[in-house]
Structures are given as C-alpha cells and as structure tokens.
Nanobody, 125 residues
Framework: QVQLVETGGGLVQAGGSLRLSCAAS????????MGWVRQAPGKEREFVAA????????YYADSVKGRFTISRDNAKNTVYLQMNSLKAEDTAVYYC??????????????????WGQGTQVTVSS
C-alpha cells in the first residue's frame, strides 16, 4: 500500500500563488506516476497535472497550462504543485494521486490507484 498526505492548501486572492505538497510513504517503489486531481462543489473530479516518477515527463490540463507546474523530489518521495495566477475557478479540493502502472492514462482519474485525503484551495475574486 501507498499512503499520500497533502499539505499547502488555503485561501488566496485571485492572481496569487500557492504550493501544494504530497508526501508518499509505504510501498513507494511501486509508484510509476503521481498527479493532482481536483473536485469543485457539485462537479466531477478533474485532472490537473501528472508527472512520471522516472523520466519526469509531465502532463497538464489545458485549463492550468502556463500557470501550474508539477515537480517531484524522488529522494523525498514528494510531488509538488506550484500554482500561480490563481483564478476563482481553481477553487476546489485538490487530491494527490499515485498510479502503479506505467501505462496509466494521466487525464483519467480512474487510472490512479492511491489517493490522499485532499486539501482545500479557495481563491477569492
């Protein structure tokens, strides 16, 4: 099993920045990729960004390209999401997720095997 713990959410004004962190523990050697998925009230879960654990290839939703950056620290088993130029529509609970298979399909939340508890991000306009 893999445990994921997110930190870094909060309240920020539109145009501001936040950095989310997700620390993985347990059977971390089984992780092929990690990502962030968000869910706004009344909406389905939405892919945000993902990064391959080896190689470091990254993937982004069109809605966050150019504003968000995903990165990883393999030594710390931690993935980060730097969020800049935040908008009110970015308000959501942000979940960290991990996939075991290298054949995972990043934009599909169903591709991920492990999930964190989520952290709230609220952007005031």
């Amino acid at each position: 099993q893999v445990q994921l713990v997110e930190t870094g959410g909060g309240l920020v004004q539109a145009g501001g920045s936040l950095r989310l962190s997700c620390a993985a523990s347990g059977r971390t050697f089984s992780i092929a990729a990690m990502g962030w998925v968000r869910q706004a009230p009344g909406k389905e879960r939405e892919f945000v960004a993902a990064i391959n654990w080896s190689g470091g290839s990254t993937y982004y939703a069109d809605s966050v390209k150019g504003r968000f950056t995903i990165s990883r620290d393999n030594a710390k088993n931690t993935v980060y999401l730097q969020m800049n130029s935040l908008k009110a529509e970015d308000t959501a609970v942000y979940y960290c997720a991990a996939a075991r298979s290298r054949n995972y399909y990043a934009p599909n939340p169903g591709s991920y095997d492990y999930w964190g508890q989520g952290t709230q991000v609220t952007v005031s306009s």
